[in-house]
């Protein structure tokens, strides 16, 4: 292999605070890195939610396309033992000698030509085997001896704020243990507490450039010892502010007929002040929660259409919010094929009309073809996918009004819902210097990754091709956007030039 390529992940750190912490004087060295590196947005998946961007961010794979029961809010986790699913560093018959530590949805362990340890988030209590070999945990028994303790809630700020910081340092320690045994063509290390701080403290910008600059001191530590050829720092999806408004969309599609509820006036009335009361105590009460599950768990498995709320005429229902927030299904089984393209598009049309307070509340709305070129006709996933500004967050509730301010005493002042642009920089020997203007997909990793190791694929993310310098050593310096690169290209294929 000719190379060592290095990536740490950040989870959650969204472009807009990457920015932030680049401005930042006390973190000058991601300043310098991004001077001389590579940098765009990186566009997480929808919803933009760890375990759908982390298994798209390593199969290079449109979530549905890895399970489209995890994109349909199914309480399934990305199966990582799949062959299908299999990571990008299995690829080219495994010639690949990696390091993976700490990366989210990787547990239970899989084989690999090198070394793994499964990231948090997964993983049980620091008692399970979470390396591949299984031997490997002798070397390092106490990796997720924090667990629990970032996993509980804490009262005080101050004390957790530590506890992610030494639990960070302590995991980067055992990485440069590692890595420092042998060499390997590719090492990944994975900041999952990156996530936890953005979702406790995002209130307080202090808090977070004060971790950011701990953890740039420990990623340029890590740098200086094992000094890797080209380094790719990256996030899995933004951040933002917590939501003030729910929108209930269903109750919004009963009262445009896609819904149709039983009984009548009267009984509809009382359905909804009882529905009222119900999501109100479970907003804030995990028992009302769990019996409200299990009261609506009358599911029809066999049915792609769930059949879960309760005094609603599903012979007639048209479309409905299922689990989740981010994608609304059609009722494939009441409409054929011509009705649900011609119903789809006149509820995606309505639904970009809606506004709240002279405010559109949608940043972007797309059928599961434009969005994931998947066709998601007599499939139980999401038919229409929904990205909401970040003010709002839709809700299942039927029967309530359509918009509501926020109750909920969330104790998560951060929240990515709807949060998509996350960052990636790239430096090195190898790596243009370019200030993207446009914005790379989450999945356009692992493919330009492989390209750069001369592993065939055919994944669905694009290679950027402009992140590394070409073979014949030509560099890219100026900024050109993704569509002069594209141009270039065919113009390229026109005269039958090779791509530069
Ligand atoms: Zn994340």
């Given at each position: 292999?000719?190379?060592?390529?290095?990536?740490?992940?950040?989870?959650?750190?969204?472009?807009?605070?990457?920015?932030?912490?680049?401005?930042?004087h006390s973190?000058?060295?991601?300043?310098?890195?991004?001077?001389?590196?590579?940098?765009?947005?990186?566009?997480?998946?929808v919803?933009?939610?760890?375990?759908?961007?982390?298994?798209?961010?390593?199969?290079?794979?449109?979530?549905?396309?890895?399970?489209?029961?995890?994109?349909?809010?199914?309480?399934?986790?990305?199966?990582?033992?799949?062959?299908?699913?299999?990571?990008?560093w299995?690829?080219?018959?495994?010639?690949?000698?990696?390091?993976?530590?700490?990366?989210?949805?990787?547990?239970?362990?899989?084989?690999?030509?090198?070394i793994?340890?499964s990231?948090?988030?997964?993983?049980?209590?620091?008692?399970?085997?979470?390396?591949?070999?299984?031997e490997?945990?002798?070397?390092?028994?106490?990796?997720?001896?924090?667990?629990?303790?970032?996993?509980?809630?804490?009262?005080?700020?101050?004390?957790?704020?530590?506890?992610?910081?030494?639990?960070?340092?302590?995991?980067?320690?055992?990485?440069?243990k590692?890595?420092?045994?042998q060499?390997?063509?590719?090492?990944?290390?994975?900041?999952?507490?990156?996530?936890?701080?953005?979702?406790?403290?995002?209130?307080?910008?202090?808090?977070?450039?004060?971790?950011?600059?701990?953890?740039?001191?420990?990623?340029?530590?890590?740098?200086?010892?094992?000094?890797?050829?080209?380094?790719?720092l990256l996030?899995?999806?933004?951040?933002d502010?917590?939501y003030?408004?729910?929108?209930?969309?269903?109750?919004?599609?009963?009262?445009?007929?896609?819904?149709?509820?039983?009984?009548?006036?009267?009984?509809?009335?009382?359905?909804?002040?009882?529905?009222?009361?119900?999501?109100?105590?479970?907003?804030?009460?995990?028992?009302?929660?769990?019996?409200?599950?299990?009261?609506t768990?009358?599911?029809?498995?066999?049915?792609?259409?769930?059949?879960?709320?309760?005094?609603?005429?599903?012979?007639?229902?048209?479309?409905?919010?299922?689990?989740?927030?981010?994608?609304i299904?059609?009722?494939?089984?009441?409409?054929?094929?011509?009705?649900?393209?011609?119903?789809?598009?006149?509820?995606?049309?309505?639904?970009?009309?809606?506004e709240?307070?002279?405010?559109?509340?949608?940043?972007?709305?797309?059928?599961?073809?434009?969005?994931?070129?998947y066709?998601?006709?007599?499939?139980?996933?999401?038919?229409?996918?929904?990205?909401?500004?970040?003010?709002?967050?839709?809700?299942?509730?039927?029967?309530?009004?359509?918009?509501?301010?926020?109750?909920?005493?969330?104790?998560?002042?951060?929240h990515?819902?709807?949060?998509?642009?996350?960052?990636?920089?790239?430096?090195?020997?190898?790596?243009?210097?370019?200030?993207?203007?446009?914005?790379?997909?989450?999945?356009?990793?692992?493919?330009?990754?492989?390209?750069?190791?001369?592993?065939?694929?055919?994944?669905?993310?694009?290679?950027?091709?402009?992140?590394?310098?070409?073979?014949?050593?030509?560099?890219?310096?100026?900024?050109?956007?993704?569509?002069e690169?594209?141009?270039?290209?065919?113009?390229?294929?026109?005269?039958?030039?090779?791509?530069?």
């Amino acid at each position: 292999m000719k190379e060592q390529l290095m990536i740490i992940g950040l989870d959650g750190l969204s472009w807009k605070f990457y920015l932030k912490l680049l401005n930042s004087h006390s973190i000058s060295k991601l300043k310098k890195w991004s001077e001389k590196g590579y940098s765009s947005k990186l566009l997480s998946t929808v919803p933009p939610v760890t375990y759908l961007a982390i298994p798209s961010l390593i199969t290079g794979k449109n979530p549905p396309n890895i399970s489209n029961k995890l994109i349909s809010g199914e309480k399934e986790i990305y199966n990582f033992s799949k062959e299908e699913n299999k990571p990008f560093w299995d690829y080219g018959n495994k010639k690949l000698r990696s390091c993976i530590v700490n990366l989210r949805c990787t547990y239970p362990p899989r084989s690999l030509n090198g070394i793994l340890v499964s990231g948090d988030l997964y993983t049980p209590s620091n008692e399970e085997n979470y390396t591949y070999p299984p031997e490997l945990k002798k070397e390092i028994p106490d990796f997720h001896k924090n667990l629990h303790k970032i996993e509980k809630k804490h009262n005080n700020k101050e004390t957790y704020l530590k506890i992610l910081k030494s639990d960070i340092k302590w995991k980067f320690s055992q990485f440069e243990k590692l890595l420092k045994k042998q060499k390997y063509d590719l090492s990944l290390f994975w900041d999952g507490n990156s996530d936890y701080l953005n979702h406790f403290f995002w209130y307080n910008k202090d808090y977070l450039k004060d971790y950011y600059n701990s953890v740039i001191t420990l990623i340029d530590n890590v740098l200086k010892k094992s000094k890797p050829r080209n380094v790719i720092l990256l996030s899995d999806h933004g951040f933002d502010s917590t939501y003030e408004y729910s929108f209930n969309i269903n109750s919004w599609l009963a009262d445009k007929g896609y819904i149709k509820q039983k009984g009548n006036k009267i009984s509809k009335t009382i359905i909804k002040y009882i529905n009222k009361i119900f999501y109100k105590l479970a907003r804030n009460n995990n028992l009302i929660k769990k019996i409200g599950a299990k009261l609506t768990s009358n599911e029809n498995q066999e049915s792609p259409f769930s059949r879960k709320y309760p005094r609603i005429d599903y012979s007639k229902t048209i479309a409905q919010l299922d689990a989740g927030w981010w994608g609304i299904q059609l009722n494939h089984e009441i409409l054929d094929k011509e009705e649900y393209i011609k119903i789809r598009s006149k509820l995606i049309k309505e639904l970009r009309q809606i506004e709240f307070s002279d405010e559109g509340v949608f940043q972007e709305i797309w059928s599961s073809q434009e969005l994931y070129n998947y066709e998601a006709y007599g499939k139980k996933c999401p038919d229409i996918y929904l990205l909401t500004k970040p003010k709002f967050r839709c809700n299942p509730p039927i029967g309530n009004n359509h918009f509501e301010k926020d109750v909920k005493k969330d104790v998560r002042p951060g929240h990515h819902y709807n949060s998509r642009e996350g960052f990636l920089l790239a430096f090195g020997k190898d790596i243009n210097n370019l200030n993207y203007t446009a914005k790379n997909s989450i999945m356009d990793v692992a493919p330009t990754i492989l390209n750069r190791f001369n592993i065939d694929n055919n994944m669905e993310g694009d290679i950027i091709e402009e992140l590394f310098k070409s073979e014949d050593g030509l560099e890219l310096t100026t900024t050109r956007t993704r569509e002069e690169m594209e141009i270039k290209k065919s113009v390229n294929k026109l005269f039958g030039k090779k791509d530069d």
